[in-house]
């Protein structure tokens, strides 16, 4: 996991002016690289895969990372890219983008709209905005490339596949990607948001939620639905189960711990007439803190074994943890480092008060260095045009986000040229905020 303490410190250079400087130098080369950014973006677009096959994503981000002169190795964790660029003594700084879709039916009515189906007819679509994080990695690597004298160090760019099931962060890392490449001083990574574009939200300390992802089958006895005496009915054992688990957070957790138990799945039985011998519930819990994760998965297990004791269940049941993702912890420092670049860069106005997310990221895993946490920054980028902003209803931005198409949703339309311009502005300061000062940078 990581800690808000570490022993490195947070690597990097300069006055916030000096890197006013030189990432006017370094985005000079934005707008030659933008318009292959963009062609990037509409190609993803029109072709998302789901996680865990991102094949054609990822060759398309490694043979631009080549093109731009990255050492490429490819298949790292399943699809992942890796591109590195060593330009002189500095910091290694990770740069990482997902690239994975999701199964959700596109209806956004854009020209660009992805019309792909899986063999099993099911839709897919970038509706989390990952052509985008991809599209905007690669233009970075890009500008970077192209204005080696105005830093130091060592670009480490990192195209994740399977953000979405939580497994491609961690399969990279089993790949050993610090082993292979140098663990890095410093890993960045940004998300988009229903924020309206030209915006970007830091937050201090925990960022997103951790995530767990629960399965509880419960055992009863099955009889005619007219002779349940001779039942132990699983779906009122599961009723009481469901119930009672919405006393996890009501009851056992403080006010201020902060925690979600959500039975997304309850499926019991075929016939009205018929009792069933089983009852599956499947939940989803998010919490603030790792800790808080596992007093809720302690209760869940409880929970189902006492009650299915109390109901006279032939067997206990069985309670699966199927995932389970970090909290999402900025390292305070970096977190720090890369507001003040933004800051410097886009202007106070353009920074919204971080929110505390209830989704989640595998992102934090890029924090579990081999051999002491690493520093790791993540912020969001407003995506939302800004006249759709200002038509949604409500009066404060969390009232206009709620009635706006968020990631997972199929109206998600990202604003395109102002969000890949800003996601490429926003991740090349932030990486100028860590890397070294180039030799003749100096430039008043
Ligand atoms: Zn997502
Ligand atoms: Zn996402």
Same mark, same amino acid.
């Given at each position: 996991m990581n800690d808000a303490t570490h022993p490195q410190p947070v690597p990097g250079p300069s006055t916030a002016s000096d890197l006013k400087a030189r990432a006017r130098r370094v985005l000079a080369h934005l707008d030659a690289v933008l318009p292959n950014v963009d062609a990037l973006y509409g190609d993803l677009h029109e072709h998302p895969e789901l996680s865990g096959h991102e094949a054609r994503t990822a060759s398309e981000v490694a043979w631009r990372l080549e093109a731009e002169g990255y050492e490429v190795t490819r298949d790292? =964790?399943?699809?992942g890219v890796v591109g590195l660029l060593r330009n002189g003594d500095g910091p290694t700084v990770l740069l990482r983008g997902d690239m994975d879709a999701l199964p959700v039916e596109e209806k956004t009515g854009l020209p660009y709209a992805s019309r792909v189906r899986t063999e099993d007819g099911e839709p897919v679509m970038h509706a989390c905005g990952h052509d985008v994080h991809t599209a905007c990695l690669v233009g970075t690597a890009a500008v970077l490339a192209r204005s080696r004298d105005a830093w130091r160090g060592t670009v480490m760019v990192v195209g994740q596949p399977a953000e979405e099931t939580l497994q491609g962060a961690k399969a990279m890392l089993d790949d050993g990607l610090y082993a292979r490449f140098g663990t890095p001083d410093a890993v960045l990574g940004q998300h988009t948001a229903p924020l309206p574009v030209g915006t970007l939200m830091h937050r201090e300390g925990v960022t997103m939620m951790g995530s767990a992802q629960v399965r509880v089958r419960l055992f009863g006895r099955g009889a005619h639905?007219?002779?349940?005496?001779l039942s132990v009915d699983p779906v009122v054992l599961g009723a009481s189960v469901v119930l009672r688990l919405q006393?996890?957070?009501?009851?056992?957790?403080?006010?201020?711990?902060a925690a979600v138990v959500t039975v997304g799945h309850f499926q019991a039985g075929s016939r009205a007439n018929v009792i069933p011998e089983e009852a599956l519930l499947e939940l989803t819990v998010r919490t603030e803190d790792d800790a808080v994760q596992a007093r809720v998965l302690a209760a869940i297990e409880r929970i189902a074994k006492g009650e299915a004791a109390a109901a006279g269940a032939p067997k206990p049941p069985q309670v699966e943890v199927l995932n389970r993702g970090p909290v999402n912890r900025n390292d305070p420092a970096l977190l720090r480092r890369v507001r003040a670049a933004h800051e410097e860069w886009f202007g106070r106005a353009a920074l919204v008060p971080g929110v505390l997310a209830t989704a989640s990221e595998d992102f934090p895993y890029f924090a579990q260095g081999p051999e002491h946490p690493v520093p790791i920054a993540y912020w969001f980028v407003g995506i939302t045009p800004r006249k759709a902003w200002e038509a949604?209803?409500?009066?404060t931005p969390l009232e206009k986000v709620a009635h706006l198409p968020g990631?997972?949703?199929? =109206?998600?339309?990202?604003d395109r040229a102002g969000s890949l311009r800003m996601g490429c502005e926003s991740l090349t300061v932030a990486a100028l905020a860590c890397l070294h000062v180039g030799d003749d940078s100096v430039e008043h």
């Open positions: 790292v =964790g399943g699809h639905g007219a002779q349940p005496e006393t996890i957070v009501s009851r056992e957790l403080s006010p201020l711990e949604a209803p409500g009066a990631p997972h949703n199929g =109206g998600y339309a990202p």
